[in-house]
């Protein structure tokens, strides 16, 4: 079966620091990946998708960017952290030739 | 622009009795429909789907209702359970080489023993 991994699961980080996000999956190959943020009290936001290695779409133009550099890792990355990123990122994956995304465990990242 | 709305950001049951979360869209493209279940600090759990084709899909306890047109679908749980409580994300998507898939903001379900 397939399962979906992301760390760290906590992370507390000042402001200006940089950022690495790791989103790894197993037990499928070539999935679509992507990245999302959940800010307080609001929903989903649609960050970056991937449908291949080296492969990234970006849906918010922002300070964020992602990587894919193998098949079943994605990450996603800052070289300057705002307060603004203070949220809940979820990486999910879907098979190309199916309709649902299943989330990962996500990261809580709180910027000081 | 939002194409998908929840708007009941909040919903209170007692248990054993019947939750229905609501869910409306504005965009006739989407071919189909999911809700997703979510605990704090937790990533959303698939919970159950509808294709557009469709206008009921029964899973267990969770019923999953769609009308299009009235561009409206719902969620029952029957019998609504202390567990249930969490926020449920209805998700609509466009299908095919244009994959879309757009998120409501939630609705937070309760169930009161």
């Known amino acids: 079966s397939q399962t979906i991994h992301q760390w760290p699961a906590t992370l507390v980080q000042p402001v200006g620091s940089p950022l690495s996000l790791e989103c790894t999956v197993e037990?499928?190959?070539?999935?679509?990946l992507y990245w999302y943020r959940q800010a307080a009290g609001r929903g989903l936001q649609l960050l970056f998708y991937s449908v291949g290695i080296g492969q990234i779409s970006s849906e918010v133009p922002q300070n964020l960017s992602a990587s894919r550099p193998q098949d079943r890792q994605f990450i996603l990355s800052s070289k300057k952290l705002l307060l603004s990123d203070s949220g809940f990122y979820l990486c999910?994956?879907?098979?190309?030739?199916?309709?649902?995304?299943?989330f990962g465990p996500g990261t809580r990242l709180t910027v000081l | 622009d939002q194409q998908v709305k929840q708007n009941s950001p909040s919903l209170s049951v007692q248990e054993g009795r019947i939750s229905i979360l609501n869910c409306d869209y504005t965009?006739?493209?989407?071919?189909?429909f999911l809700w997703y279940k979510k605990y704090p600090a937790e990533g959303p759990t698939f919970l159950i789907s509808?294709?557009?084709?469709?206008d009921k899909n029964e899973d267990g306890r969770f019923t999953v209702f769609l009308n299009k047109s009235a561009k409206h679908l719902s969620l029952h749980i029957v019998p609504s359970q202390p567990g249930d409580s969490a926020v449920y994300f209805c998700a609509a998507i466009i299908g095919g080489s244009n994959y879309k898939l757009t998120f409501g903001k939630g609705t937070l379900l309760t169930v009161n023993p």
């Open positions: 999910a994956w879907r098979l190309a030739a199916t309709d649902t995304q299943y």
């Open positions: 509808i294709s557009s084709i469709k």
């Open positions: 037990g499928t190959s070539n999935p679509n």
């Open positions: 965009n006739s493209m989407f071919d189909y």
